[in-house]
């Protein structure tokens, strides 16, 4: 995660108006403003796999699947993120406006610049999300997942998956096999 060309400390609320004026997203933590950098082709083929069988399964049931364009707030004044695929069932939620505020599931794909920040930092501040159930992280470079799901306040269990695994995602009452997220997935091989 990049940090912007800095335009100073901003409010919650400045964050808000200014980057709706601007040609790319932004992350925003406490203050903090993160431009968005693009991903790989393995990065986007896994968050479009992910998109595409949720939005499948998901197709008749009152339940919104997002992309990445849909920014989440982990509480009204921040921090926002742009997650690869976020799900919300909750009837609070506006059915307009810019921002997802009570998603059951949140999905981020790993990269080698991202994947601390998305373990700690963001899991942290997702977790903060009461209607938030499951947190999955997906590998970019190796068929891997780890799912977390919330078992309490503040107490998560995580679940590792490999190679031919099905993940079960209970907050949609699905399962979701390795060898759906990465279809057509070619990892870049070491020169």
């Known amino acids: 995660m990049a940090l912007s060309k800095d335009p100073g400390p901003m409010s919650p609320e400045q ?3 200014w980057e709706r004026e601007q040609p790319q ?3 925003y933590r406490y203050g903090r403003i993160f431009s968005m950098a693009g991903g790989s ?3 986007n083929l896994i968050a479009v796999n992910v998109t595409a ?3 499948g399964h998901l197709i008749d049931s009152l339940c919104r699947v997002f992309n990445s364009d849909q920014k989440v707030a982990c509480s009204p004044a921040g921090p926002f993120y742009y997650p690869e695929v976020s799900v919300s069932c909750d009837d609070r939620e506006e059915p307009t406006g810019y921002m997802l505020q009570y998603p059951c599931l ?3 794909v790993l990269s080698k610049n991202t994947a601390e920040f998305d373990r700690s930092v963001k899991f942290r501040d997702y977790g903060k999300i009461e209607t938030l159930q499951e947190y999955l992280l997906l590998d970019s470079q190796v068929v891997a997942a780890s799912l977390y799901r919330r078992q309490g306040i503040n107490l998560w ?3 590792l998956f490999e190679e031919a695994e099905v993940l079960h995602l209970d907050s949609i009452a699905m399962e979701l096999p390795l060898r759906t997220i990465y279809s057509k997935v070619i990892f870049n091989q070491p020169v």
Do not use: C, T
């Open 157 to 159: 269990q995580v679940q």
């Open 106 to 108: 949140i999905v981020e």
């Open 53 to 55: 069988a949720v939005h």
């Open 15 to 17: 964050f808000l108006r």
């Open 41 to 43: 082709k393995s990065h």
């Open 25 to 27: 997203k932004y992350e």
